[in-house]
């Protein structure tokens, strides 16, 4: 194997050696910034790789390349935006000004803001790929709320119904309906009475009426011994006023409960009107 001093001394590492002081060989780019250690150069690289996106900024505009070609060409430049990062922020270490603070914003053809998610841009014709166009749709904007004070601008009468009447329609349509409903209820109520009065009646007809002063028979011979002894001591009494019977109790004191609740909710006009009726019917 040859040695690096025999290599050097070939006639190729010569004349190669020669065209680099001539000026003839162009000098390539770092593969890293921070590998360069002179500001002209930095900004050398930096122009460069600026000419290299126009370039390609300017191809992608063609939208008949093909959806594949666009990505890459797409990707391409996006790696070229994010390699002019990294040659500012060196320019910046040497002593340069800093571009990412006072320059200008990647504008499309337009003179529009490239659009981008989190630092990916989209140029040219691949702003309209599939799945890219979506991304970038903004939904409306919601109408303004009213205020207070310009709801209430628009309530008046009508707002409330107070004016409803003025037409001439509604008037009649609700007495037509008012009257339906009166006819039905009273019909219905005519309907309840009949029933209930045929199922009293057929109740009556089936019972008779309990009396509740009737005893048994083995009831009532236990108490006549027992009252048989009792009234040994005792005096003896006779009725001489007829015992009413449980129907005549019952009238009573219905009829004393109907008093006590005229008394208490009735006005005397209407108690006076009231006992005149009573009159008039002979009651």
Not at 89 to 100: F, N, Q
Not at 137 to 165: H, N, Q, S
Not at 260 to 266: M, N, P, T
Request: hydrophobic letters at 35%.
């Amino acid at each position: 194997m040859a040695r690096n001093a025999e290599k050097a001394m070939t006639a190729l590492a010569r004349f190669r050696q020669a065209q680099l002081e001539d000026g003839k060989v162009k000098e390539r780019r770092p593969f890293l910034a921070s590998e360069c250690s002179e500001l002209h150069k930095a900004e050398k690289w930096r122009r460069q790789i600026i000419s290299e996106i126009s370039k390609k900024v300017a191809q992608i505009q063609n939208a008949g390349l093909g959806e594949f070609r666009i990505r890459d060409l797409n990707d391409e430049i996006n790696k070229l935006l994010r390699e002019k990062g990294h040659w500012e922020v060196r320019i910046k270490e040497l002593g340069g000004p800093d571009y990412g603070k006072f320059g200008p914003k990647m504008l499309d053809h337009e003179g529009k803001e490239v659009p981008g998610n989190r630092g990916y841009k989209y140029f040219g014709a691949a702003k309209d790929l599939p799945g890219v166009r979506e991304l970038f749709e903004r939904e409306p904007p919601a109408p303004p709320r009213k205020t207070r004070a310009e709801l209430m601008k628009d309530i008046d009468a009508d707002y409330y119904g107070y004016r409803d009447e003025d037409d001439g329609v509604l008037l009649p349509l609700e007495q037509e309906l008012e009257k339906k409903v009166i006819a039905d209820a009273v019909k219905k109520w005519k309907e309840d009475k009949e029933a209930r009065l045929a199922n009293e009646g057929f109740k009556e007809e089936e019972e008779e009426e309990v009396n509740i002063y009737a005893v048994k028979d083995d009831e009532s011979d236990e108490d006549d011994e027992e009252q048989m002894e009792g009234d040994e001591d005792q005096q003896k009494f006779i009725a001489h006023v007829p015992v009413p019977s449980q129907k005549e109790v019952e009238e009573a004191l219905v009829r004393r409960k109907k008093m006590e609740l005229l008394q208490k909710y009735a006005s005397e006009a209407l108690m006076a009107q009231s006992e005149d009726a009573k009159r008039l019917l002979g009651l």
